[in-house]
């Protein structure tokens, strides 16, 4: 393999840099620290939830939104991006899952409102057709069903949540006999079980005395981890109505199979992901990266690729980290920062506030072909996508997936080039 391209982050802005390149017949390498935020997202794609910020409506329309969202901050990585690039990663991503029988639902043009494991309105661009039943638009009776060994979901306090903003709702927690010898049972472990016929048997069996007049169905996000499609469309023939699935607690098993999803992708075109591999510097000459070093036992190991893309995410993504003494430092480059200079305009007096903190818009500055800046080019062969880049706070705007996906996108078609 030819050391083409080499991404330093494995969330969903360095898989898709990385897919992106290796379609395009480039020798990629990704490397991190461990997996990202697949693995702690919902598995959807949140592209823009609200705005203005402190809105108590989310966005319905992404698409009108963004336009008014580049207005007041033209900044922002959309903007770099544009919305025909922001389509055609979205269209990409869904094409990608719908090859591999697992199939993306949604538009530019629409959110949906999904519910969340507590039971509020969750808005996002593209769900898995899993969970597109749950739309809380529908207005049709749901019952959501809990297991008595999984802690990270309690199906009444959704159904509670949900049956107070008049959504009708009803609970049941399944004790199984099939579980009875475990006091703890993982979300990924119930989603393995999912994918056994026998189980799904008895699960069916213990649901359908509490269905009464519930339309729909709602499960934990466990209805299998390589055979969701065909263990969602059993669940809904047996129990013969809709059924939804609903993120909870990480790790995430609908993140997971996207995180596999990108990984299969990659590596069909002869590229490389490896985790446990933690970038801590790297050796520069002429205005080009000529190495990225990474942590082993011994010595560090020098990789040398003719690109390099910086993925590592923000700062809850540890790309950035802080410090007592008010330092905003870039981990792996040391890169100049966008960031409050001083520290005590880091945060806001309301941890609540609705316009969010300042330190969580501290990023990487980049000109339009995502390469660093410090009033010039950092690096020539440099790169930066994902939640890496400055302007925007993509947890309160509900844009964190947009954002990844998009930048490492064009990042992806920029490096192979």
Known sequence: M??????????????????QAAAHGKGVRVIAKGWGATHWHAGCVDVLGYWPVESDTAVTNPAAAISDLLAANPQHPYALVGVAQLEAALHGLKQLCADAGYPLVGSLAKNWRLPTAVGAARPTCLAPATMTAGDLDDNAPMLL??????PDFFANVAADNLAQQGIPARHVTLDLPTLAGRNFTT?????RFMQ?????ANVVQAVKPHLGDAARVGFPAVLGLEEATAVHQDMQAQLG???????GLPPSVAGIRLHRILKAAIEKNGGRVYDGMEAIGFAADGGLVTAVHTETSGRPRQHRYEQVVLATGGILGGGIVTNHAGEVCEVVF???LHHPENRLEWFRRDFLDKQGHPIYRAGVSVNEQFQPMNGRVVYQNLYAAGNTLAGADSIIERSFDGVALATGYVVGNLVSN
């Open 196 to 200: 056994q016929a026998e189980f799904r």
């Open 145 to 150: 069903v809990g297991f008595k060994q999984l």
């Open 2 to 19: 030819t050391n083409d391209v080499l991404v330093i982050g494995a969330g969903l802005a360095g898989l898709t840099t990385a897919w």
């Open 241 to 247: 109505r809709p059924v939804f699935e609903i993120p």
């Open 187 to 191: 979300a990924v472990q119930l989603a």
């Open 334 to 336: 040391k890169l100049p």
